[in-house]
Nanobody, 124 residues
Framework: VQLQASGGGLVQAGGSLRLSCAAS????????GGWFRQSPGKDHEFVAA????????YYADSVKGRFTMSRDAAKNTVYLQMNNLKPEDTAVYYC??????????????????WGQGTLVTVSS
């Protein structure tokens, strides 16, 4: 499975961006899709996930209420709508897929396939 993330860019604090992640196959129909982010010198931080069973979404506390993850199975694509962006949201954002159980969706080590990352920069 190949994942292609896009949609990053430079935005002012309070602004919005929508990230997209397209899969080469039907990965998002069978696997959990996740978004992680990484800032310089830090590990991958969980942002959001859509669980493979039931399509329920889960968010990090730091983005809850501001970010919304969605899935378009017909297009094999997941999205991350990011509103009210803050400077601390600045990072490279990665999409990934996993077959892990629900309790493991926040752990980057449980994700097997990763996209190349897209940079989000939020200026103050």
């Amino acid at each position: 499975v190949q994942l292609q993330a896009s949609g990053g860019g430079l935005v002012q604090a309070g602004g919005s961006l929508r990230l997209s992640c397209a899969a080469s196959g039907r990965a998002f129909s069978t696997d959990t899709g996740g978004w992680f982010r990484q800032s310089p010198g830090k590990d991958h931080e969980f942002v959001a996930a859509i669980f493979r069973s039931g399509g329920y979404t889960y968010y990090a506390d730091s983005v809850k209420g501001r970010f919304t993850m969605s899935r378009d199975a017909a297009k094999n694509t997941v999205y991350l709508q990011m509103n009210n962006l803050k400077p601390e949201d600045t990072a490279v954002y990665y999409c990934a897929t996993s077959r892990t159980v629900l309790s493991g969706i926040r752990d980057a080590q449980n994700y097997r396939n990763w996209g190349q990352g897209t940079l989000v920069t939020v200026s103050s």
